[in-house]
C-alpha cells in the first residue's frame, strides 16, 4: 500500500522558529507573485509552481514541458509517469509524493522547442532570472534533501558540470545551494528521450540513487507511515 506524506501533519509544528502556518503562507504568496511572472520574453509561460505545501524535500527539474503550464503542476506529463513509477516501487505513490516532495525547476516556464524538436535547453540567462524563485523557496522552506533530476539542474545544484552521469548519479553529496547547505542525490531526467537510466551502468546506479533517497532522513521524516 503506497505511504502517505505525513507533511499536513507537520502544520502547526515550529520549525527553526517560524510556525509551519507561517511558511505555509507565505508560499501561497510567493506562489502567486512566481505565477504572475512575466520577467522572460524568451519563454512560454505560464510559470508552474508547486502548491504552497512546505517540505524538506525539494526536487529540482529542468524545465516545464509544453503540457505542464495549462495543466498547472510539473512533471505532469510523460517524464513525470516515469519519475513516480520509479518512487511507487518504494511504496509512494504520486499523489503522495506530489503532497511530500516539493517540485521546483530551474526554469519555471517552457522555454520551446528546440530545432531538432525536443525542449530547448534553458539559456543562463533564462536561468539567471528565474534563480531568484528558487532561492526564495530554499529561503522559506530550508531543505535538508535535494534531488535535482537531469544533467542541467545536477550541474546547477552540484556547482559544476559533471563529466557523465555515472560520475554523480548513485552517490550523495554535500551542497551549498543558494546559501543553504544540504545533502544533495541526484537522479538522471525521466525522459524517455534519455535511455541512460534503462542500461547498465545507470540502470543500477538509479536504483542505488533511489535506494539513497528513500533512506535519508527527510524522506523517512516525511513518509514514515
Ligand atoms: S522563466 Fe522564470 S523568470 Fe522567466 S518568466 Fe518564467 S517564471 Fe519568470
Given at each position: 500500500m503506497p505511504l502517505r506524506a505525513r507533511g499536513r501533519r507537520l502544520h502547526g509544528e515550529l520549525r527553526d522558529g517560524v510556525t509551519a502556518a507561517t511558511t505555509i503562507r507565505r508560499l501561497v504568496m510567493h506562489r502567486e507573485a512566481l505565477l504572475a511572472c512575466r520577467r522572460c520574453a524568451t519563454v512560454i509561460g505560464p510559470p508552474v509552481c508547486h502548491p504552497p505545501r512546505p517540505?524538506?524535500?525539494?526536487?529540482?527539474?529542468?524545465?516545464?514541458?509544453?503540457r505542464e503550464g495549462a495543466r498547472g503542476r510539473?512533471?505532469?506529463h510523460t517524464a513525470g509517469k516515469t519519475l513516480f513509477r520509479w518512487f511507487e516501487a518504494h511504496g509512494v505513490d504520486e499523489a503522495a509524493f506530489r503532497e511530500g516532495v516539493y517540485m521546483s525547476a530551474v526554469l519555471r516556464c517552457f522555454p520551446g522547442k528546440a530545432p531538432s524538436g525536443g525542449d530547448r535547453l534553458p539559456s543562463a540567462e533564462e536561468m539567471a532570472a528565474c534563480r531568484p524563485w528558487l532561492a526564495e523557496e530554499v529561503a522559506l522552506m530550508k531543505p535538508q534533501l535535494i534531488v535535482p533530476v537531469g544533467r542541467l539542474a545536477i550541474e546547477q545544484v552540484l556547482g559544476a558540470r559533471p563529466a557523465s552521469l555515472a560520475e554523480v548519479v548513485g552517490r550523495a553529496h554535500r551542497v551549498k545551494f543558494l546559501g543553504r547547505g544540504?545533502?544533495?542525490?541526484?537522479?538522471?531526467?525521466?525522459?524517455g528521450v534519455s535511455s541512460w537510466h534503462k542500461l547498465e551502468p545507470g540502470k543500477s546506479?538509479?536504483?542505488?540513487?533511489?535506494?539513497?533517497?528513500?533512506?535519508?532522513p527527510a524522506w523517512r521524516a516525511a513518509f514514515a507511515g
Open positions: 517540505s524538506r524535500i525539494y526536487l529540482v527539474g529542468q524545465a516545464p514541458g509544453p510539473p512533471f505532469a544540504a545533502d544533495a542525490i541526484a537522479l538522471p531526467h525521466p525522459s546506479l538509479l536504483a542505488k540513487a533511489l535506494g539513497l533517497i528513500v533512506s535519508h
